[in-house]
Structure formats: C-alpha cells, structure tokens
C-alpha cells in the first residue's frame, strides 16, 4: 500500500510517531546582486513560494519547525510558504546551509529536536535535489518519486514520511509521500 498524502497527514503523525519532513528549494532569485548571499527573489518566485505554501496547507501539512539557509533568496522563500501556508512560524536561520552539501544538510536535519514532528528545510540546488534523492527509500508514491528524480527546479518540494528518530535519518530511509512545484 503506498502511502498518501491527505487532510490528516498531521494528525497521523502525532499519534503514530511517524515524522514528516518538507525539503525545498528556493524559489525563483534575481540573476545577480550585491553578492550571491544577498540576492533576492524575482515577483515569480514570491508568487510560486507563496502557492507551495498554500499548497503544503491544502494538504494538512502544518510545520513545527523550518531550517533556512542564510541566504535572502532562501529567507524570502521561506517567508512566502510561511504566508501561503497561513502559519506564523519564524524559520530558524541556519549559515551552514547556505554552502552545505549533501552530508552536511542532513546532519542538520539530525540536530533536530526530538518533539519537532514536521520539520521544513529551504535550501539550495544541488544540496536540496541530492538530499531529498538520498532520502528516498523507493517505497513511497511512485509518480512522485519518479517526478522527483526527474528535475528539482526552483519552488520544488518533496515531502517524506519518516518512521524513527531526526538522529538516525539516513540514506534511503524515508518515503515520498508528495512532490510539488510552486507556481502560482
């Protein structure tokens, strides 16, 4: 049975345990500014991470918890999903995904408190597509899986299921429930 991804998603978790992990990449970014760190999203990318957000919300997804790199487009990103979602939640800024690789994202992920049970993380290609491409266990929703190993463009998200503890996440270790691209 593969799993789906519904208007309980939330509830589920917090009574079976299982985790729900949101990863992104950041929306649609000005081709050059200041310097790299500081470039900023496009009115495209606000309008397409805004839809992602609604369209997280649609589907009973309710952070706890968003991991952004410090990067303004990735910052922006966040905030944009936060408001299509209809959450106040304030992502926590995290330096080290701004150049993190593949390793280094999901150690952040491992650092995860134990009470958070749906956790976003907003980065940057390739980091983001690699991550969310090791993650996955091959047991999850099939279209979305092979849309996932398809292409991973600006405002993409895919979201995990994931059965265990934020400490023990590793590769091949969580089902893709869900694969999206914002655009609104």
Avoid: C
């Amino acid at each position: 049975m593969q799993p789906t991804l519904g208007r309980g998603l939330r509830s589920r978790a917090r009574l079976s345990g299982v985790r729900t992990l949101v990863v992104i990449r950041h929306a649609k970014a000005e081709q050059s500014g200041p310097s790299d760190v500081e470039r900023q999203l496009t009115d495209r990318g606000v309008v397409d991470a805004t839809e992602a957000g609604q369209w997280l919300a649609n589907r009973g997804v309710e952070p706890d918890q968003a991991l952004v790199s410090s990067a303004v487009r990735a910052q922006q990103t966040w905030e944009a999903v936060n408001e299509g979602g209809g959450w106040d939640l304030e992502g926590t800024v995290e330096d080290a995904l701004y150049e993190a690789g593949t390793e280094s994202a999901l150690d952040l992920v491992r650092e995860t408190d134990e009470a958070i049970r749906t956790l976003v993380v907003v980065g940057h290609n390739p980091t983001m597509a690699s991550l969310a491409t090791l993650l996955d266990d091959g047991e999850g929703d099939d279209e979305a899986g092979n849309e996932l190993a398809l292409d991973f463009p600006t405002s993409a998200l895919v979201v995990f299921e994931y059965d265990g503890d934020w400490a023990d996440l590793d590769e091949a270790s969580a089902s893709v429930v869900a694969y999206h691209v914002g655009r609104g």
